[in-house]
């Protein structure tokens, strides 16, 4: 749940507390805490100009149309996210950033090719909508024609598990609606990322999900899926909200369900992707880097404008923000564009790797991952000394809405910084439509409004600001033991 953040003005009332019965004897008032120190003047004037310029700019929107209108799906390892990666390094030129450039690392590969999946009994023969998940297997060059278990969840499959065999089962598992953050995402995604392994430990020959998302115009979304060792490998494909409901009723009803699923999809072998890196160059303390940063790829459906070409264009437009209002903060400011965060987080992995010798040099990393919405909330991740120090700065974001600056924080491809003690930020928005579009073909650009993009622009150039210029410097985070550190959630943070 969002609740109002250190920095929300907060009236202070008096405690009162009656004595014995009848005597209504007030307690003495409590000392009054200690007003917080101002912040500084150069901090409460720059906010105000970095809301008042994100607020008018025009730029950063029309960058995200231009992503999404000439680039297209940036579907790492393909030649749209090549060209998108070199778009990138002219947009960060163009905006007066040092260098950029763009740093290779491995990736997992995968291709979706041709598919479909057909109801054929009964009434059929008709065409359903869907979409293979990623990393998933083809099917033979035939197909796969096959009845229909309909299970809504696990347990329901364990409790019919010698019906399994020869089958193609379904989940029928709806994602919880929620309105804060991802909700009930976590729960839902499961059954996309594990439910072809835990179909086929029961010998289904194919496993179709329900899309994880909560409303749907017959949209199929896609997203990871993992295979495990020992388990045969089956082909997995996500259909509507709308089928998945009415494969339920059908059986429900007593109907025998047969469709025919075909997928080309196949597995690449491991090849190069590049990250995108450009800097501004901070004016006392260069050597100090203040990492902010997004995903470049998508999935190869829609354009990927909330998830995450927004983000991609924030922290571009955050850097030249600052430039252009001669905000150059203390410390150097880098943006890195990620790659290959939809299917395995590589680029995020491969840059800590790559950087592990200059880890101590990042101050703090930051990610934008939540889409074009209105800003909600500013997470911080660390110690609670790091995450006080941070909060001193939430009343610059009041004229936000404001915006909650809370413990918690970081995101999927930082989050390998944080495992070197890098204290992570992820910014969070008003996220209640953010599944409608995700990972689907209704992820364009018109998806995005214009007013609420610009309103996270100015939350994200607000925040870099103040970490690159704030004189406290933050504790480092103790990592995790190794053996405990939990893995990103497949297909990345989401």
């Known amino acids: 749940m969002f609740r109002p953040g250190p920095g929300a003005v907060v009236a202070l009332g008096l405690l009162f507390a009656t004595g014995g019965a009848g005597c209504g004897a007030a307690t003495p008032e409590p000392p009054p805490k200690p007003a917080a120190a101002p912040l500084p003047a150069r901090f409460t004037e720059a906010a105000t100009r970095i809301v008042q310029a994100a607020r008018a700019d025009e730029a950063s929107y029309r960058r995200l149309q231009e992503l999404c209108d000439r680039i297209g799906h940036r579907s790492a390892g393909t030649p749209s996210y090549d060209r998108a990666a070199a778009w990138s390094v002219e947009q960060l030129k163009a905006s007066g950033m040092a260098d950029p450039r763009l740093e290779e690392v491995p990736i997992n590969r995968w291709e979706r090719g041709r598919e479909s999946l057909a109801l054929l009994t009964p ?46 089962v379904l989940y029928n598992i709806a994602m919880r609606e929620r309105t804060e953050s991802f909700g009930g995402y976590g729960e839902a995604v499961a059954y996309r990322a594990s439910g072809a392994v835990r179909a086929a430990e029961h010998g289904a020959i194919a496993a179709l999900v329900r899309s994880v998302t909560t409303r749907s115009m017959r949209t199929p979304h896609t997203g990871m899926m993992s295979y495990q060792d020992g388990v045969p490998q089956i082909p997995a494909a996500a259909i509507p909200i709308e089928d998945a409901m009415s494969f339920q ?36 303390k260069p050597e100090e880097i203040v990492l902010i940063g997004a995903h470049l790829d998508s999935w190869d459906v829609g354009c990927g404008a909330h998830d995450d070409g927004a983000g991609v264009t924030m922290v571009i437009d955050a850097a030249r923000l600052l430039k252009e209002l001669g905000l150059t903060p203390r410390r150097t400011v880098r943006v890195v564009l990620f790659t290959n965060e939809e299917r395995g987080v590589d680029g995020g992995r491969g840059y800590a790797e790559r950087h592990r010798a200059e880890a101590a040099k990042h101050f703090a990393a930051f990610e934008t991952d939540s ?9 911080i991740g660390g110690t609670d000394e790091a995450v006080a120090m941070v909060q001193r700065y939430a009343p610059l974001f ?77 504790p480092r985070t103790p990592p995790p033991p190794p053996a405990t550190a939990p893995p990103p959630a497949p297909g990345g943070g989401k």
């Open 123 to 168: 009434g059929g023969p008709r065409a359903i909508p869907m979409l293979g998940l990623g990393k998933s297997i083809g099917t033979p060059a035939e197909g796969i024609t096959g009845e229909v278990l309909v299970v809504r969840d696990f347990d329901e499959l364990e409790r019919v598990k010698d019906k399994v065999k020869g089958k193609i």
């Open 371 to 379: 889409g074009g919405f209105r800003p909600k909330r500013i997470g």
């Open 398 to 474: 009041e004229p936000l809405g404001p915006v909650e600056l809370g413990k918690g924080g970081g995101g999927a491809d930082i989050s390998f910084l944080g495992r070197d003690g890098v204290p992570l930020l992820g910014l969070g928005t008003e996220s209640e439509h953010y599944f409608d579009f995700h990972h689907s073909d209704a992820d364009m650009v018109e998806a995005v409004d214009p007013t609420d993009y610009r309103e996270s622009l100015a939350a994200v150039t607000l925040m870099t600001f103040v970490l690159g210029e704030m004189d406290e410097t933050l």
């Open 249 to 284: 009723r059908m059986q429900d009803r007593g109907d025998r369900i047969t469709v025919r699923l075909f997928m080309e999809a196949k597995n690449l072998p491991e090849g190069p992707s590049p990250n995108v890196i450009a800097e501004l160059p901070g004016r006392e």
